[in-house]
């Protein structure tokens, strides 16, 4: 979904206080890991917030940062789909 619509709209989508992000809990638990993961490396100045405050962190640096910022998202999530444990069953 990053690669298709960016990280500030899949962000925004899978915001719990959303109706799609309420759908979707895997899918918040595993973007609200990115978001912390990010806080980690520098690249995230709302580390223990929502992702309202992450998406607002984001769309507040330039565009540099939010490619940057998507390249580390990316990278992360290819660590969690190949290590991470799937507790949704």
Do not use: W
């Not at 595993?30 to 806080?39: D, Q």
């Not at 690249?43 to 984001?58: I, P, S, T, V, Y």
Request: include cysteine; proline fraction near 2%; charge should be positive.
């Amino acid at each position: 979904m990053i690669l298709t619509n960016g990280l500030l709209a899949t962000v925004a989508f899978c915001n719990p206080e959303s109706s799609s992000g309420k759908n979707r809990p895997a899918m918040t638990k595993a973007m609200e890991r990115t978001a912390k993961y990010l806080a980690t490396q520098g690249l995230n100045r709302a580390a223990n917030q929502g992702l309202k405050e992450f998406a607002e962190d984001l769309s507040s640096r330039d565009s540099v940062h939010l490619q940057r910022t998507t390249e580390e998202a990316l990278a992360f999530i290819g660590y969690l789909r190949r290590f991470a444990k799937n507790n949704e069953q």
